[in-house]
C-alpha cells in the first residue's frame, strides 16, 4: 500500500461465525466510537527549525544530493504548522462506512467521470493491461479515488511538507527518509521543485505515491526519459499498474462482491482471516446481495466495513493487494465497488 496517511480504521477480514439474519440490512453494526480529539500543536520556533534543515541540506550533500537542487528544494521552506495539525487530526476516520462510500468515494459524479475516462483512455489502458496484467478498472479506481482523477493532486509543497513532519518529531524517521527520497527525485530530473506538490503527508502526483514508492515503483511508460507523476497520465496509470504488479494482483481475478450472509450470522461471531472456497460459502447458505446464487471464484474472506450498518463482503487475494496500496478496509471496498462500475 501507499504508506502515507490512514483514511479510516481498518477491520480485520473475517470468517463465518452461527447466529441470525437473512440480509446484510439486518445485520447488527457495531457502535460507532467517538472520534478521538486532535493533539494540541506546540508553537512552532522557526530557529530551531531552521537549524534542523541545515542539518538535512548537510546531510542530502553528504548523500550525493548536488548543490543547486538542495538549494532550489528549500528555498522559501518554513515549518508548516497546518501540516502538523492535519497530521494530529485525521479527521477521516471518525466516517461511517456508508457516509464515506455513498458521499465521498462512490459518488454519481465520481462513476460517471470514471467511465468517460475509460473509454476515452482505452488504448492506453490496454497497452498498461499488456504489459502489467493488472485490470484497467481498477487502475481507473484507484486514479479516482486518490486525486478524483488527477483533478486534486495536493496543493501542499512537497519538500516543506515532509521537513515539517519530519522536524515534528511524531513519526521522524518515516518522514525524514521521505524527504532525501523527494530530494533524489528532484536531483534526477523528474520533476522541478517547485512543481513537486502533493498532499499535506507528502504523497504525490496522481497516483498520491510517496517519495520512497515513486523511487521503487513509478514508470516512465511513455519512455520521455522521466516519471512524470504529476503531468504524464501514461506515467501516472502505469505506475499505478506497476505498484499491483509488483504486489501480487491476480490477473483475471476479481476482488469481491457484497454477498447476504445466511441466517446464523452476526458481525461479532464472525471468524476473522479464515478462507475458503466459495462453494463453501455456497453451501453454508451465502447468497449475493441480490439474493441470487454465489458466482464461483478464488478463496475468499468475509470482509467487513469498519463502522458499517451490516453491508457485508465477500473478498479475495486481490482485495488484499488493493489494501497494500492503501490499508484501511473502507478505502478497499471503496475501490472495489468503483471499479466495478467504471468498466
Sequence with gaps: ?????????????????????????????????????????EPISSVAF?????????????????????????????ANRRVIELDRRQAEGGLPWE??????????????????????????LR???QRYRVSPRVIVAIWGVETNYGGNTGGFGVIEALATLAWEGRRAAYFRNELFAALKIIDEGHIRAERMRGSWAGAMGQPQFMPSNFDRLAV?????G?????????????????????????????????????????????DTESRRPMRDFARMGW????????????????????????QVFLGHHNLRVIRRYNSPVNYALAVGLLSDRVG
Excluded at 548536488?66 to 521552506?77: D, E, I, K, L, P
Excluded at 504486489?247 to 454477498?259: D, F, I, K, P, V
Aim: proline residues 9%; positive net charge.
Design 226 to 270: 522521466r516519471r512524470d507523476i504529476w503531468d504524464s497520465r501514461a506515467d501516472a496509470l502505469g505506475s499505478i499498474a506497476h505498484y499491483f504488479q509488483r504486489n501480487g494482483w491476480r490477473e483475471g481475478e476479481s476482488w469481491g462482491l457484497e454477498a447476504r450472509p445466511p441466517a446464523g450470522f452476526t458481525l461479532a461471531g464472525a
Design 99 to 124: 457516509d464515506y462510500r455513498d458521499r465521498i468515494m462512490v459518488t454519481p459524479t465520481r462513476i460517471q467521470n470514471g467511465q468517460r475516462l475509460y473509454r476515452e483512455n482505452a488504448d492506453l
Design 127 to 129: 497497452r498498461i493491461e
Design 287 to 310: 447468497r449475493t446481495a441480490a439474493g441470487g446464487a454465489l458466482p464461483d471464484g478464488p478463496d475468499a474472506s468475509v470482509v467487513l466495513p469498519s463502522r458499517g450498518a451490516g
Design 220 to 224: 516512465d511508460f511513455d519512455g520521455d
Design 50 to 78: 531552521d537549524r534542523f534543515v541545515d542539518g538535512v541540506k548537510t546531510e542530502a550533500r553528504r548523500r550525493g544530493i548536488s548543490q543547486a537542487t538542495v538549494n532550489a528544494a528549500f528555498a522559501g521552506v518554513q
Design 1 to 41: 500500500m501507499i504508506r502515507r496517511r490512514t483514511l479510516l480504521a481498518a477491520v480485520p477480514l473475517a470468517g463465518c461465525g452461527a447466529a441470525a439474519v437473512p440480509s446484510p440490512a439486518s445485520v447488527p453494526a457495531a457502535p460507532t466510537p467517538a472520534p478521538a480529539a486532535p493533539l494540541p500543536v
